[in-house]
């Protein structure tokens, strides 16, 4: 089959695919467009009975998702989750690592708890459930790991110390694992995305009409991002149209890394030109 009827087809028929954090936005809509075409869908984070409520509501729209209890940062955990998804499914194919929780706190004010629990979900949380699913997929000699991981881990964000060290420490474990991988028929990627807006981040990132325009004034193509920005990717880079794709970060921000500043002096510099030069004496 060539790589675009790919998209025609049921393209993930038959695959099995485990999203971290698949209860509530963008996991929630990743396990969707996963579950739509064609993969059967478990979906693993703390809260179990709103990830049975999000299952339910899935499986009414007509794929096939499970729930199941799992908090990533204890390796036990893990596992568990790992050999129930291969005795009930006899294998995982796609491990999205969605979950992840953050502190919004000035660095000095950090507590070493708050620190680690950050660290524990998102880095080694990622880790836990990438060598468990991993393995599987290496005995297996096929697997995609897509990890999410956010547009700030590149640059740094003012306070977001712990997630924007785990998420870069996410994106090196990414390259690495990739790497490793490669020549197992296992593919490792992140996306790394810009501001999405969603119930969490409309509550806490920008519950204003002030902050909502400020977010928008520094993101070139105008938008908040969309869980379905995201879940598009997931559905690139865990299929056979990402066969060619490893070890890679995809940044999906409506360009916000480019910054506006030069635009806005480009901007500036053209109005200067079209003033009529001043008349000379
Ligand atoms: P969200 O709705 O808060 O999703 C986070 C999910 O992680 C929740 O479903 C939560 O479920 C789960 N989780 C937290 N701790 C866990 C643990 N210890 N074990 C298992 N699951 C755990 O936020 P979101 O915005 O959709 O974020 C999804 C991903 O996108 C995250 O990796 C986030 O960093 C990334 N991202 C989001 C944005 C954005 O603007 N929204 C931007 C860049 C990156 P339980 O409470 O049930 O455990």
């Not at 809509?29 to 693993?44: P, Q, Y």
């Not at 524990?120 to 991993?134: A, P």
């Not at 393995?135 to 964000?157: D, E, F, P, R």
Request: proline residues 4%.
């Amino acid at each position: 089959m060539g790589m675009t009827e790919a998209l025609r087809e049921n393209l993930l028929h038959g695959q099995v695919a485990v999203v971290t954090g698949g209860g509530t936005g963008i996991g929630k809509i990743i396990a969707r467009d996963l579950a739509s075409h064609g993969a059967r869908v478990v979906i693993a984070s703390r809260n179990l009975e709103r990830l049975e409520a999000t299952a339910a509501e899935l499986r009414a729209l007509g794929g096939s998702v499970k729930a199941a209890a799992c908090d990533i940062s204890d390796p036990a955990q893990v596992k568990t989750l790992a050999n129930a998804v291969l005795a009930e499914h006899g294998r995982a194919d796609i491990l999205v690592n969605n979950a992840a929780a953050n502190f919004i706190w000035p660095s000095e004010k950090m507590t070493p708890v708050r620190w680690r629990k950050v660290i524990d979900i998102v880095l080694n949380g990622t880790f836990y459930c990438s060598l468990e699913f991993g393995s599987g997929m290496l005995a297996q000699s096929s697997g995609s790991i897509v990890n999410i991981v956010a547009a700030y881990a590149w640059t740094g964000a003012p306070g977001l110390a712990p997630s924007a060290s785990a998420k870069a420490g996410v994106m090196a474990l990414t390259r690495t694992l990739g790497a490793e991988w490669a020549g197992r028929g296992v593919r490792v990627n992140a996306i790394a995305p810009g501001p999405i807006d969603v119930p969490q981040t409309r509550e806490r990132l920008w519950p204003t009409e002030e902050m909502r325009r400020k977010v928008l004034a520094g993101t070139p193509l105008g938008r908040f991002g969309s869980e379905e920005d995201v879940s598009a990717l997931v559905l690139f880079l865990s299929s056979e149209l990402g066969r060619n794709i490893t070890g890679e970060v995809i940044t999906t921000d409506g360009g916000q890394s480019l910054g506006r500043g030069a635009l806005d002096m480009l901007g500036e510099i053209q109005k200067l030109r079209r003033k009529p030069a001043p008349a000379s004496a």
